[in-house]
């Protein structure tokens, strides 16, 4: 048995040893040996607006409370001024190739000191449980179930075992806890306290000294109580503005069995000789500082039945339904069984551990449905354990949030992406604004970061994030998407259309004719690149904002066809995009990040923007051009090769996921194998949760964005046409994979592959007529009941008639 020796900080001195065994792994879960060393290594569970993180120290427990909404108020938001009338001297200075300048112009413009993040992503409180132990404190382990949300910490010594069993659940909107330990031996103080950082172990001290200070400039009225049964919590916001969070409070139900709790004159509960203790958690965002909702809460967590079972069932049953429309069988098998710590340790580069790669994809869509509710996933998700986060763990749209929605759609959980795209028209009066006052437009532009606003505020001289114009017109791809996969009118009438008409109203009004007829884009920033050839971000003709475009066009088109609207605006529309830029090859043969020869690229960079088009398909205009495909795939080895094979620090994980994106879309398995490899063997700690860099810094962009490189690896599809393991890699000669929801809303309910045998069962919301395609020739298909599979002109197609609502299987035999 594996020998731990902790710091005082863990055990107060004591001394412990794991036990993983007693605690076995769940069928769809990970154990863990060890506990947290920092905030980023807890055991993370989530209802989408409640997040809690247990560090799962048996004597010295901290569970770090947050709320999907808790954005620290750092002031009132600053609009950008109206520099409209000066964009063509912007344009100008571009013109000239004097970049920097231009760059400069729009940060005087601006007004303001520097780059200007939009409200921070901050934690509520702690709630610290304190006990000691009688003698070694022994067999130690921690889960966490995926299929239920629940998170498990274990441990025994000389009394006999002790469990602390933690959900927030979904049914009851509150965070849920179990104490238990041998008859009459749980002893504990409990209280709700502010963060604390100073207690763990290699955290860095200046990002805590910098997080106490922010706390102290902008927290205030601190105070923590302790009543017969309850603890309660409130802070006030010192720079809260009309419509921010004011305050905010916490209320804790305690509930213990055969023992006492009494409340102390600190703000604390001794539990004296108790069996067990149940607990729930809420809290509030206080908008009207004057209107305590502390009476509110009270009332609706002491309606709740004091049964853990009961509640976790409730729970399980909406969580489960989410999470177990999709599962992923790659022969990991017995190693289910081992640690994540194991895990890790036995997982290389060269071969990929698949038990692994299966934990993975499950924590992935784990992690994200626990941490999307009203609001999508902020780059930590629903999480946090600092007043100084990443880049101020927003929402940063011009790749993070991408990525984290990414595979909500395929991975068959369109309900979450509706979080999304509510969010996105919640900012869109900011939006609006951005247009108007930087390019004098209609429309939207969205900032490439935001939270409580949409102004955009990212403007520095090195910086020309005010430049950024694909945002919306990405953000659109989205609420089109969503249509496609649910087959949702409804939506596509009220919420796709209107939205894609505001982003391409925007081009309208944005783009100009260049001499030779083409259109130019003008200013534009590929994101946070800069040319090889300049010493500015500011640019134009960057190919990402070129691709949206001519994507955003095609699909209003598509979408105002089949509701049968603007017909005077379809011809408008089908001009400009007979005036877009063509994509252009440079002299190594990859794809040109800015579509001029004046702008060289910069492909040892951690972006991959220029692979836009491929990010989640292959338009017509890659499919049918074989240099063009070559090119975006010499692209993405180039980029593998160039930045990321000596990237020791590997910065930025979700770099990786566009190049897996990519990848597939070529039917490149090879390829998307090399990403994948890296995906799983470096960003992911012991608690099964995501890192933007090398196994840090704790960050969601490939939870939403792996499992998409997975499925799209295994299945694509568009509107009417399947295919079936379309970028398969050499490494997984077989393998399950179920629930993938296609375009045309058609799920997979299973897709199994063998040699050269596959079986597929679909099951369509509609009738309809579907192309499916295979990776090779076939050479013979049977098809369940009255269905029949009728040969095209391919030798790797076959055409079958969907029914509504009931499963077709079929067999497959390849040549």
Known sequence: MKRII??????????????????????????????????????????????????????????????????????????????????????????????????????????????????????????TIQTQAAGEVRDFARSVNFQTGEAVVHWADNRGVFERRMFVSRAAG?????????????????????????????????????????????????????????????????????????????????????????????????????????????????YDPDKSLLAEVKSTVEQLPADYGRLLDDHAKLHGELFNRMRLDLGGGADHQRTTEELLELSTYENPNRALIEKEFDAARYNIISCTGELPPTLQGVWGGTYVPGWASDFTHNGNVPSAIASNLMGNMPELMLAYTSYIESITPWMEINAKHLFGARGVVLPSRSTTHGFNNAFNPNFAGGMWVGGAGWAAHFFYDYYLHTGDRKFLAEHALPFMEKAAVFFEDYLYEGPDGRYIFSPTQSPENTPGNSNSQA????????????????????????????????????????????????????????????????????????????????????AQSPELRAAFRKSIEYKLDKHWKNNQRGFMSFGLVQLGQAATSLGEGELAYHCLRHLVNRF?????????????LFNMDISGGMPAVIIKMLVASDVGKIQLLPALPAAWPSGRIEGVLCRGAIEIQSLAWEGKQITVTLSSARPQTVWIELPSAIADVSVSGDTKASTTDRADQRILALPSGQPVALTIQLK
């Open 174 to 286: 509150v965070a849920v806890l179990l104490l238990t330990a041998p008859k009459s031996a749980l002893e504990c103080r409990l209280a709700l306290e502010p963060r604390e950082l100073s207690d763990e172990f290699n955290s860095d001290s200046d990002v805590n000294k910098r997080s106490d200070q922010v706390f102290k400039e902008h927290v205030s009225d601190i105070k923590s109580t302790a009543g017969d049964s309850c603890l309660t919590y409130l802070n006030r916001f010192t720079k809260a503005y009309p419509g921010s969070i004011h305050a905010l409070e916490g209320y804790a139900r305690v509930m213990a069995s055969g023992g006492t709790a009494e409340p102390q004159d600190d703000g604390s509960l001794v539990v004296s000789g108790a069996d067990r203790v149940l607990l729930f958690v809420d809290i509030r965002m206080l």
């Open 6 to 127: 902790l710091a005082s900080f863990l055990c107060l001195n004591a001394t412990f040893s794991a036990g993983a065994e007693a605690l076995p792994a769940p069928e769809r879960g990970f154990v863990s040996s060890q506990p947290a060393k920092t905030w980023e290594e807890g055991l993370i569970c989530g209802n989408g607006t409640i997040g809690a993180n247990a560090l799962s120290r048996p004597l010295k427990e901290r569970i770090i409370f947050t709320h999907e909404r808790l954005f620290l108020p750092m002031g009132p938001p600053v609009m950008p001024p109206d520099q409209s009338a000066r964009l063509f001297e912007i344009r100008r200075l571009i013109d000239r190739g004097l970049y920097k300048q231009a760059c400069q112009l729009q940060f005087d413009l601006s007004g303001q000191d520097g780059f200007m993040y939009p409200d921070y992503f901050v934690p509520a409180f702690d709630l």
């Open 684 to 696: 992911w700690l012991n608690n099964l949760a995501s890192m933007h860099n090398h196994r840090s």
């Open 539 to 622: 640019s134009y003709n960057a190919t990402m904002d070129v691709a949206v475009a001519k994507e955003l066009l095609t699909n209003l088109i598509a979408a105002s066809r089949e509701l049968k609207r603007n017909e005077d605006k379809i011809p408008v529309w089908q001009a400009m995009l007979d005036k877009m830029p063509e994509y252009m090859i440079d002299d190594n043969g990859i794809i040109k990040e800015w579509l001029t020869p004046r702008l060289e690229n910069n492909d040892d960079h951690r972006h991959c923007s220029q692979l836009y088009p491929l990010f989640d398909g292959i338009p017509d205009e890659i």
